[in-house]
């Protein structure tokens, strides 16, 4: 039999479900529009960062609701607690979208200084991630999720070679240094994003486990 | 939604001492109500103003009103029976008759004058489906119900309320004499039969009353302290009465 709270947690699933389609799509589109210099795809991440921001606040809501009312326990609560705190991790990773979005409008229409290659497969990477933790949470496996943070040192890799080669470009030509600083940028927020991603797997393996790997597998 | 209950400055007096002084307030169709606040703050008593229970204490008198669908239930020519057919009531302890499961739920019937076989065997089902203790006595129908445990004998005896399709169900602390997952049971079954009902319930148990109601009126020495939706009740009060109440401050 499925009780009412048990109804209410699947509800605030599939809301923090739509919130993940969105931030993923986020990130696509952002760094899509980078590439192609495309200023008008660009404004769309911008507009539909609202998206998330009001999905969060729901979310919130409806948590602190079923806090309140349903006093969860257990796995429920687990479940609560890890939702409240995804939801934050979510809508930063909106935010980071935004900020490479923003990088693309300031090119304005101006093609990147190089063609991209390890920031597309950063945001690649950071895409599947998002997707298999979604997955583990779905299918309560731990296994899964712990691989999901080991994904996360390719990003971190991946972003080093981009820091290195943009210094190269900046060392040689002092007029790109403007456009390579912004490509920096973007590097960094894909990272942010991987360290996001890294979080909501932390969060995954406490709702299905019931214990706290922060700061200690790292 | 629809209002179905107001009260209108309800007072109640036990001799000349009041036990509710000008209650205000109103409850919306399928919806539930809570009632808390510590002992002796008039909560029963407010519960026991919407069906006339308290008609038979003597030494007492009601001033102010109650309505029910717009209409005074202290009306002159008020037919109370019918009241009571419409406000049907659980107590804190479930009081089955000592007769059979299936006679427990039949015997409300056939008061309200329903003699078809059919119709009543099939009332019964429904009744008992709907409190969800039909697969766990449907083979034992003829048994009698003190056989029963406590939690079932508390879902039979709202069965047995349920079945004469009251409007309004009043619960006096249904669970409070219940182990936890009993509890748990009478619990998601007020939130199931709020859909076709309007409940009020009386608990001692504040976390009970956030779990199961959508609204909280907030009791003491009488007083209507604070109603609210529940969720802004337990969340942010408006009266630092109430807060201190929740917290567990006294009472």
């Known amino acids: 039999m499925t009780t009412h709270l048990e109804q209410e947690l699947e509800h605030i699933k599939s809301k923090m479900f739509e919130m993940a389609d969105l931030a993923i799509e986020s990130i696509v589109t952002s760094v899509q529009a980078l590439k192609n210099s495309d200023t008008k795809l660009a404004e769309e991440v911008l507009r539909d960062d609202s998206l998330l921001d009001n999905l969060e606040v729901e979310i919130d809501n409806e948590c602190i609701r079923i806090l309140v009312m349903r006093q969860p326990a257990a796995v429920h609560l687990r479940f609560v607690l890890s939702m409240l705190k995804i939801n934050t991790d979510l809508e930063r990773i909106g935010d980071l979208s935004s900020n490479i979005a923003n990088e693309t409008i300031g090119l304005n229409g101006r093609p990147p200084l190089k063609p991209l290659v390890d920031i597309?497969?950063?945001?690649?990477?950071?895409?599947?991630?998002?997707?298999?933790?979604?997955?583990?949470?779905?299918?309560?496996?731990?296994?899964?999720?712990?691989?999901v943070i080991a994904r996360d040192r390719d990003i971190d890799?991946?972003?080093?070679?981009?820091?290195?080669?943009?210094?190269?470009?900046?060392?040689?030509?002092?007029?790109?240094?403007?456009?390579?600083?912004?490509?920096?940028?973007v590097s960094k927020a894909l990272e942010r994003i991987g360290d996001h991603v890294t979080n909501i797997a932390e969060r995954a393996i406490y709702y299905i486990e019931g214990i706290d790997i922060r700061h200690a597998e790292e | 939604m629809a209002e179905k209950i107001r009260a209108d400055n309800l007072t109640f007096y036990y001799g000349n001492t009041p036990a509710i002084k000008k209650v205000s307030l109103s409850v919306k169709e399928n919806t539930v109500?809570?009632?808390?606040?510590?002992?002796?703050?008039?909560?029963?008593?407010?519960?026991?103003?919407?069906?006339?229970?308290?008609?038979?204490?003597?030494?007492?008198?009601?001033?102010?009103?109650?309505?029910?669908?717009?209409?005074?239930?202290?009306?002159?020519?008020?037919?109370?029976?019918?009241?009571?057919?419409?406000?049907?009531m659980v107590f804190q302890k479930s009081n089955p008759f000592p007769k059979s499961i299936f006679e427990n739920i039949a015997y409300g019937l056939r008061i309200n004058g329903i003699r078809d076989r059919y119709e009543i065997e099939s009332t019964v089902e429904k009744s008992l489906k709907s409190t969800a203790l039909w697969?766990?006595?449907?083979?034992?129908?003829?048994?009698?119900?003190?056989?029963?445990?406590?939690?079932?004998?508390?879902?039979?005896?709202?069965?047995?309320t349920i079945a004469v399709q009251p409007e309004?169900?009043?619960?006096?602390?249904?669970?409070?004499?219940?182990?936890?997952?009993?509890?748990?049971?009478?619990?998601?079954?007020?939130?199931?039969?709020?859909?076709?009902?309007?409940?009020?319930?009386?608990?001692?148990?504040?976390?009970?009353?956030?779990?199961?109601?959508?609204?909280?009126?907030?009791?003491?020495?009488?007083?209507?302290?604070?109603?609210?939706?529940?969720?802004?009740m337990f969340t942010r009060p408006e009266m630092e009465m109430t807060e201190n109440y929740i917290t567990g401050k006294f009472g």
Do not use: W
Request: include cysteine; glycine fraction near 8%; hydrophobic fraction near 40%.
């Open chain 1, 120 to 147: 597309p497969r950063m945001a690649e990477i950071a895409v599947g991630m998002i997707r298999d933790v979604f997955t583990a949470f779905t299918e309560r496996d731990a296994g899964l999720a712990r691989a």
């Open chain 1, 157 to 185: 890799t991946l972003n080093m070679q981009v820091y290195r080669e943009l210094f190269t470009y900046m060392a040689e030509n002092a007029r790109s240094i403007s456009q390579a600083l912004g490509l920096i940028m």
């Open chain 2, 33 to 88: 109500l809570a009632l808390i606040g510590p002992s002796g703050c008039g909560k029963s008593t407010f519960l026991r103003c919407v069906n006339r229970m308290n008609d038979i204490i003597p030494n007492t008198r009601m001033e102010g009103n109650l309505l029910i669908d717009g209409e005074s239930v202290y009306g002159a020519r008020y037919n109370v029976t019918g009241l009571r057919r419409r406000v049907g």
């Open chain 2, 135 to 160: 697969d766990e006595v449907k083979d034992r129908l003829a048994e009698s119900a003190i056989g029963l445990s406590g939690g079932q004998q508390q879902r039979l005896c709202i069965a047995r």
């Open chain 2, 168 to 232: 309004v169900i009043l619960m006096d602390e249904p669970a409070s004499a219940l182990d936890p997952i009993s509890t748990q049971k009478i619990e998601e079954l007020i939130q199931d039969l709020k859909k076709n009902y309007t409940i009020i319930i009386v608990t001692h148990n504040m976390q009970q009353a956030a779990r199961v109601s959508d609204e909280t009126a907030f009791f003491y020495l009488g007083d209507l302290i604070e109603v609210n939706s529940t969720e802004k």
